[in-house]
T-cell receptor
Framework: GENVEQHPSTLSVQEGDSAVIKCTYS??????FPWYKQELGKRPQLIIDIRSNVGEKKDQRIAVTLNKTAKHFSLHITETQPEDSAVYFC???????????FGKGTSLLVTP | DSGVTQTPKHLITATGQRVTLRCSPR?????VYWYQQSLDQGLQFLIQYYNGEERAKGNILERFSAQQFPDLHSELNLSSLELGDSALYFC???????????????FGQGTRLTVV
């Protein structure tokens, strides 16, 4: 089955700095790579996703890159703000509408 | 609010007992997924139902079972509970399976199960 590795497990940055979270996956059949943000005590919420026919996608301060050959994808958050503090999960799946295989999560702390 | 409703929010029960967790998907969503979130294992996929039928199975124990009813709500049954089953159980829903639709999975608020 699919195995998703996520690094780092914790990340602390100063407000205004950039944060990068990296994930690798094992199953070449995976084509859909969403990122979820989970605040303390809350549900996971989709923040951005990318499909295998696209190498990069950007939404304001958030961007995701995908290298399908190397089987890795990354989340980039620029100009971080304290409200970006949360746990971020990457996931891989055959496509949206199928089960998600999650990484173990990255706890991001943005200090003012 | 994601539109996915889970009940109860919290559940405390003893080892060996059986509990039922309930999930109502977003209106119109045909797929329901169950995930278990624990500190050491992260978010793990348990099982998916699509329009009443089991669609995919993940790391679901034999002591656990689920079903999706004609009104599309779903229940996750956990039996012979052990201390290690204590976790946050999330239900998620999406519109449908199929590669042609751009549909995200929306998560409910979860049910926190504590086995004592």
């Amino acid at each position: 089955g699919e195995n998703v590795e996520q690094h780092p497990s914790t990340l602390s940055v100063q407000e205004g700095d950039s944060a990068v979270i990296k994930c690798t996956y094992s199953d070449s059949a995976s084509n859909y790579f969403p990122w979820y943000k989970q605040e303390l005590g809350k549900r996971p919420q989709l923040i951005i996703d990318i499909r295998s026919n696209v190498g990069e996608k950007k939404d304001q301060r958030i961007a995701v890159t995908l290298n399908k050959t190397a089987k890795h994808f990354s989340l980039h958050i620029t100009e971080t703000q304290p409200e970006d503090s949360a746990v971020y999960f990457c996931a891989a799946s055959i496509d949206s509408g199928y089960a998600l295989n999650f990484g173990k999560g990255t706890s991001l702390l943005v200090t003012p | 609010d994601s539109g996915v409703t889970q009940t109860p929010k919290h559940l405390i029960t003893a080892t060996g007992q059986r509990v039922t967790l309930r999930c109502s998907p977003r209106s119109g969503d045909l797929s329901v997924y169950w995930y278990q979130q624990s500190l050491d294992q992260g978010l793990q996929f348990l099982i998916q139902y699509y329009n009443g039928e089991e669609r995919a199975k993940g790391n679901i124990l034999e002591r656990f079972s689920a079903q999706q009813f004609p009104d599309l709500h779903s229940e996750l049954n956990l039996s012979s509970l052990e201390l290690g089953d204590s976790a946050l159980y999330f239900c998620a829903s999406s519109e449908r399976t199929g590669a042609s639709f751009d549909t995200e999975a929306f998560f409910g608020q979860g049910t926190r199960l504590t086995v004592v």
